[in-house]
Structures are given as structure tokens and as C-alpha cells.
């Protein structure tokens, strides 16, 4: 990436609270303020003028991966995370940058008025140095967004996926949606470490909200089956509904001796009797 002149770095300088007043104006008709407080945005935008402007005075002639960089590479990042946790777009991020350009054309193009060569040649630096920061903030954006989403896909599995005390020594899992490979995962280490914590002999997996059971669906639950009783406990599936009971038959499904109740009472009424109790009407 070619230095700027001189010349352009003296009027960024001079222009600096100009461009800004500008810029904020831009970035208030493009939309890319939304859910951000002004004070906020405006401290933002003078922030970033003095990191370019500090960038700029070095004649730097590196990269945008070069440690002249570093600053505004990390000002960036910070500010794609807090766009992406605000609830912001990449197009309402990247336009943080790219609303600038408009500003720096028209500061330009008064600088170098006798002087369309010059005028051009900055035009086009000024237009490829916004160009490599706008896109550096779209990808850092993109990461932060990912980010954010994989941690509440998560959240969302262990609220999806809660281990209910029954009875002493009785837990029941109530599984709602479908069952995958990442979802077992969670499963089984909620339920597990819940048995160690309670000591419960006996886990019962009501599968009532589960859609549909296939293959893949069948070996998931066999595998948390079989973490149970390697943990010394019980395991009762409910749920198993006629649609459900037929679907395994015709898949020519093996459950390996697991017992199956139609419903969640009929399951904890088992697990009572294997502890030796019984429940009775009081009078």
C-alpha cells in the first residue's frame, strides 16, 4: 500500500472535525446508527481519524497486516464485536467505514483542486486504504457474529435439555425436538453429572417431543443408555408413542433389553417400585 502525501495528511489534519461532522451525518442517512447512543458513535469516529491520521504521518508503506497497523486492526475488531453483540448487520458495520469515503472525496477534491493528477492518484489511495478496513472489519465482524451464535445455540441446548428431579433417586430428562449427534453430546453430560450429584439410581428419558425416531436417532439413545449404566444407574424410555413403537419395528431397530413406558407416569410408577415404593391414595 503506497504513503499518502504529505499534502493529503496536512488536510486530513486540518479537517479533522469537519470530516467527522460529516461522516457522523453520512452514517445517520445510511441507517448504521441504529442501537448505538451518539456520544458513543462520535467518540468511535474521532478515534478512528486519529489512529488513520497517525498511521498516515508515519509514510507508512506496509500492509494492512504491518505492526503500524496493529491499532487501528484492533480498534476494528473491538468495534465489529460490539456491533455483532448489539444486534447490527455486516452491512451496517462495514458502512462505518465505507460512510467515510464520501467526506475524504470531497476534502480531497478542494485540496487538490489544481491538480487532477495528484487529486486521482490520492483519490484512489484513500479509496483502497478504506476499501482494505472496511473488508478487515467485515471479516472480524463475521467472526465475532459466528461467535455469538454459537454460544447461544449452546445456551439453547442446555435450556432445551433439563434434568428434573422426580423422586429421591429418580431423575427424568424431558427431551423436546430433534435428537443429533451434538445434542446427545449435551445430554449425556447433563444427565451424567447429575446422577454423580445426586446419586440417583434411576434416569428416565421421556422422549414425548421427540418428532420422529429413525435410525440415527434410535443409536443417540442407545449411546446415552449405555453412559447410564456405566455409571451404575437405571435407564427408562418414555414417550414411546404407537406411531414411534411402529417406526422401530419397521426399521428393525434393537433397543438391547431397555424398558420402554408409553408415558412419563407410567415410568416413574416402574422406577418407585424398583426402589421398593409404593404410592397410595391417602384417605
Not at 462520535?42 to 508503506?61: N, T
Not at 467505514?97 to 487532477?116: C, N, R, V, W
Request: charged share 20%.
Amino acid at each position: 500500500m503506497a504513503a499518502l502525501q504529505q499534502r493529503t495528511v496536512e488536510a486530513l489534519k486540518k479537517s479533522q472535525g469537519g470530516l467527522t461532522s460529516k461522516w457522523l451525518s453520512s452514517l445517520e442517512a445510511s441507517g448504521a446508527t441504529r442501537n448505538i447512543k451518539e456520544e458513543d458513535l462520535k467518540l468511535q469516529a474521532g478515534d478512528f481519524l486519529r489512529l488513520v491520521i497517525s498511521v498516515a504521518e508515519k509514510g507508512s508503506h506496509q500492509s494492512l497486516g504491518g505492526s503500524d497497523w496493529d491499532d487501528i486492526r484492533l480498534f476494528l475488531e473491538k468495534l465489529s464485536h460490539s456491533r455483532a453483540l448489539s444486534g447490527q448487520d455486516s452491512q451496517q458495520t462495514a458502512s462505518f467505514i465505507f460512510s467515510l469515503k464520501g467526506p475524504l472525496f470531497a476534502m480531497l477534491q478542494s485540496e487538490y483542486e489544481d491538480s487532477p493528477t495528484l487529486l486521482a492518484e490520492q483519490v484512489l489511495e484513500i479509496s483502497e486504504l478504506l476499501d482494505a478496513l472496511g473488508m478487515h472489519t467485515i471479516r472480524t465482524f463475521q467472526k465475532s457474529r459466528e461467535a455469538v451464535i454459537k454460544r447461544q445455540q449452546e445456551e439453547l441446548l442446555e435450556l432445551s435439555t433439563p434434568v428434573v428431579k422426580l423422586w429421591d433417586g429418580v431423575l427424568a430428562l424431558p427431551m423436546i425436538g430433534t435428537l443429533d449427534s451434538q445434542r446427545t453430546q449435551v445430554v449425556m453430560e447433563s444427565l451424567l453429572q447429575r446422577i454423580v450429584d445426586t446419586g440417583s439410581e434411576i434416569a428416565i428419558i421421556d422422549i414425548t417431543g421427540v418428532p420422529t425416531v429413525d435410525t440415527l436417532v434410535a443409536q443417540h439413545l442407545l449411546k446415552t443408555v449405555t453412559a447410564i449404566r456405566l455409571m451404575g444407574a437405571d435407564c427408562i424410555i418414555s414417550g414411546v408413542r404407537p406411531q414411534i413403537a411402529q417406526t422401530i419395528v419397521h426399521l428393525g431397530l434393537d433397543l438391547q433389553g431397555v424398558v420402554t413406558k408409553a408415558n412419563l407416569a407410567d415410568a416413574l410408577a416402574l422406577a418407585l417400585r424398583r426402589l421398593g415404593l409404593t404410592v397410595t391414595k391417602a384417605v
